[in-house]
């Protein structure tokens, strides 16, 4: 079973890909977070620094679409491939407010006849190109899920990656396991399971459940404990170590990206946000990192943490604010 890394805005970004990539590993496949084409097909430098192949070196990526126009697509599409990628990804399960109100991403999937005929194009204007899909069930009820198969299942599509939710769950309630199964039964290509996997035992348990599916992808999981691939693959925990050079490399990262420390800040303290779950409850240190603004006083405080909370022996993820 692979074992890949979800796009995470914010969070997943090239600084901490290369850090993870060279610290930790056990990632078969990293996926960039969206890009979301405008009329005007024009990439900006901050996504096309984002993409450029020198600044993911060593590891495979795979750049993300958030587009409901097919000739938006097809022009990104060819950027990428241009650029010297082997594959796309569209995005048919983003939840968020504003992109769903634009038909985007898992809003997107409220309308099926519009999809289909936007893979129509997509696919005849890029014959035999490498096009996968990450989605979610539908948008209001799961039993949206059939035809959204159907059309599927319709087009080559190279992977289809599935979190077994609907756009209204957000990330509310548990996973819908039987329609991933459905999806499994269904699909002409290899499928990707996507969702709740926190801890290397629940991967474990999924590749059980799934032995059918191409890949597990983590997300808020990996984000949190960035070792979880490799312990999904029988490894040991991140040690104070690898956590203290993971979190240089990112930070150098970030700065030599963003052009300044300043912008850094934000990313890092995004990324603490996940992290924060490997240590023991350290409130008042943590409540430094998160209010810290300056470079200096940020790094003061991650290093605080770093060098003094204990780690906990085991768990992952436990929700946004743990
Ligand atoms: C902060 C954040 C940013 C995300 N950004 C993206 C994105 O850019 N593209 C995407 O397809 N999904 C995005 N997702 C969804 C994740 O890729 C993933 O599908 C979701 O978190 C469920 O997986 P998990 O339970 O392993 O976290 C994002 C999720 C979070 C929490």
């Known amino acids: 079973m692979q074992i890949y890394s979800a796009p995470m805005e914010g969070v997943t970004a090239a600084p901490w890909r290369r850090a ?23 990439m900006p430098p901050r996504v096309r620094r984002e993409l450029l192949p020198a600044n993911n070196p060593g590891f495979t990526l795979v750049p993300q679409l958030l587009c409901r126009d097919p000739d938006d697509f097809v022009w990104a599409a060819r950027e990428i491939f241009g650029m010297g990628y082997g594959e796309v990804n569209l995005n048919l399960g983003c939840p968020s407010g504003t992109v769903a109100a634009k038909g985007k991403g898992a809003g997107f999937l409220a309308f099926p006849d519009e999809l289909d005929a936007f893979f ?53 309630g548990g996973t819908r396991e039987g329609y ?22 629940a991967a474990g348990r999924a590749a059980g459940r799934y032995p059918g599916a191409r890949a597990l992808m983590l997300g808020r999981g990996l984000a949190a404990d960035p070792a979880l691939a490799r312990e999904t693959a029988g490894g040991g925990r991140a040690s104070r170590e690898e956590l203290e050079r993971f979190h240089a490399l990112v930070w150098e990262g ?9 912008a850094a800040v934000p990313r890092m303290k995004e990324l603490w946000s996940y992290m924060i779950c490997l240590f023991e409850p350290c409130k008042p240190l943590y409540k430094q990192l998160a209010q810290s603004k300056r470079a200096g006083d940020y790094l003061a405080a991650a290093g605080n943490i770093l060098s003094s909370v204990p780690l906990k022996p085991d768990g992952g993820y436990e929700g946004a604010g743990a």
């Not at 129509?120 to 209001?140: D, H, Y």
């Not at 599935?162 to 756009?167: D, G, N």
């Open 20 to 42: 993870h990539n060279e610290v930790f590993g056990g990632v078969d496949k990293y996926f960039a977070p969206f890009f979301s084409p405008t009329r005007e097909h024009v």
């Open 120 to 172: 129509g194009r997509v696919f005849s204007e890029l014959p035999g190109a490498k096009i996968s899909v990450k989605t979610r069930l539908g948008v209001e009820e799961p039993g949206e899920f059939e035809r959204l198969l159907d059309i599927f299942a319709r087009w080559p599509i190279s992977e289809l990656t599935v979190h077994p939710r609907v756009r209204r769950d957000m990330y509310r």
């Open 180 to 201: 991933f199964q459905a999806a499994l039964r269904r699909m002409p290509c290899p499928v990707c399971y996507n969702g709740d996997l926190f801890t290397a035992a």
């Open 254 to 262: 970030c700065v030599r990206d963003f052009g300044a420390a300043g």
